[in-house]
């Protein structure tokens, strides 16, 4: 049986997570269907060098966002684990 | 030597190591065949998904789909849905069905839905995106050769079988793994070769991502070159021209993005890794690594479409002779790849957007990535580099469909449903079987390819968007889905989809059986039938939610089980 400590762990867990995931959510829906699709009209009235910035989100930036939100989604979940001692063994 | 035999010494050489990694990595065990024995470094898992992920189509036709067909922006949405799916996959699925850590995807529907019914309507929809999907690659496999090898194109398709045979039926997902990586290698050094020539020559910048940027030898922004001699040619703007309506932009890259994270064959690579922390991490590396290819595409695409708007009028109004036309522009014609027609006689090519007047009468997408070298006057390594990365994507993800398709009927059809007491051995051997009838049957059905193929993406895409996303994300983010909502919902996503796709495409594809007809009027809000797996989640979601309502709600062990996929550890 889970005891008391465990359950409640459990619940901090998946309360963080899904805060985390509704922030960086947020974020991909931004620079993608946001800024490359939604809003991308006003954004290309600005230049970034010789792309068009809505053009540049659409066709770059969203993917390099892309990456930097898995990594930060890793790097935080790990942390939570750490510090709710929910590390998994190496194996 | 000729460009013939080094193309043979550069795909023979890339076929060597393919066998010898086959040979080194034989699979002992079903945990070996179905899951590599999850012994694979997230980095290593990484680079494998990123080849099992970028198809032949990724790597021929995508640059071309982005610079010609879609003319540019347009484009956006694969770039966008076929990245950002990673995203969704890296959060939402990928950690909790490797806490699971069982084999398949049907595997965890089942389960999770306490349902045979759930197994088998989920291995049916793995087995119908799989399908359509690995035509797709065994096209690409003979139509690589033929164009490369001379070869005709049941020669090329056999050999790329036997190879795929060799690996995947010996190795299975372990086999698979280590030529993946090996593919990865070969393929994302012949995309970026030629496009590092080509920006160089274009921009003096030797890294395509900031040459798109750049100005190009006369002081002007490549892009805005490009929008303003598209524009005078009577085409659209290259960087604003919509693909149909915002709306439709934004469906069709949503459907790309769920149905990203919700194929199986992308799914399984991530049971392969160690731990839920490593299944994360690998997920963001396998971006990295389709990244390099992702964002080097538009450049391709750009650059490609002025090198041959260039050629074909170097000044305004000073049009390319007939008689005067480059060595590769007559290679390609004679593929069928391109082709030109002097409507009105003056022996010069004049291109245009109005088909009346336009004379370069074919422009195939593939042209742009499958000519790059010749037009750029690269040496002939790097066409024979071009050859070998083609056949790298096509054969990389052909074997990860077939895995996918052979451990649902293995474990899935066999071990789970109709004969569970099958010892390990016996079902070792059956998914052996399993794997060598999805290689014949793929490798029939590359060559009497089906009316359907054509509709690959809009298949493969709609359906697992429709029907197997939403039935893992509810599965593990909900306790009060049941199986009834699960079944009906996953039932109604497909048929939806289906039915849409049939009713502007024809039933099957078959030409004359749309009873809609293809035509934008009849889009439902202007979506494209390529773009509507998003509303068949939608129905699916729905139609689950509702139906779990009114059902009684799953075991108390069944919700317990999503207790646990949802964290690390097991509970104490």
Known sequence: MMDTNDVTARQVYW????????????????????????WVEPLNQLQVGGYKL??????????????????????????LEKRLGFEEPEA | MSLTETTYLVVGASFALYIFIAIRSRAGSTQEFYVAGKGIHP???????????MSAASFISMAGLIGLSYNGYGGSVFLMGWTGGYVILAMLIAPYLRKYGKFTVPEFIGDRYY??????????????????????QMKGIGVAFS????????????????????????GGMKGITYTQIAQFCVLIFAYTVPAIFISLQLTGQPVPQIGLGSTLADGTYLLEKLDRTLLDLGFQEYTTSVRGSTLNMAAFTASLMIGTAGLPHVIIRFFTVPTVRAARTSAGWALVFIAILYTTAPAVAAMARLNILQTLEPQPGQHLAVAERPAWFKNWEQTGLLGIEDKNGDGLIQYSADPDTNELVTLDNDILVLANPEIAKLPNWVIALVAAGGLAAALSTAAGLLLAISSAISHDLLKRTLMPDISER?????????????????GYLGLNPPGFAAGTVALAFGLAASSLFPALLLGIFSKRVTREGAVLGMLAGIGVTLAYVFQHKGIMFIPGTSFLGDLPPNWFLGIEPNAFGVV??????????TVSRLTAPPPASVQQLVEEIRVPVSSS
Do not use: K, P
């Open chain 2, 426 to 442: 016996q079902e070792l051997m059956a998914s052996r079987l399993a794997m060598a009838g999805a290689v014949l049957g793929a």
């Open chain 2, 147 to 170: 164009r490369f090898l001379e070869t005709d194109y049941e020669t090329g398709l056999f050999s790329g079988m036997v190879i795929v045979f060799f690996y995947a039926v010996l």
């Open chain 1, 54 to 79: 809505g053009f540049w989100f659409a066709q770059q930036g969203a993917i390099y966002t892309f990456i930097v939100l898995i990594f930060v989604y890793a790097r935080v979940m790990a942390r």
């Open chain 1, 15 to 38: 309360r963080e997570n899904r805060r985390w995931m509704l922030i960086l959510g947020t974020i991909w829906f931004i620079v993608s269907l946001g800024c490359g699709v939604l």
């Open chain 2, 115 to 136: 349902s045979n019914t759930a197994r088998i309507v989920a291995v049916i929809c793995l087995i119908i995106c799989s399908v359509t999907y690995v035509i797709g």
């Open chain 2, 536 to 545: 068949g989640a939608i129905v699916n979601f729905s139609v689950t939610l």
């Open chain 2, 43 to 53: 980095v290593a898992n990484g680079m494998a998904t990123a080849a099992d992920w």
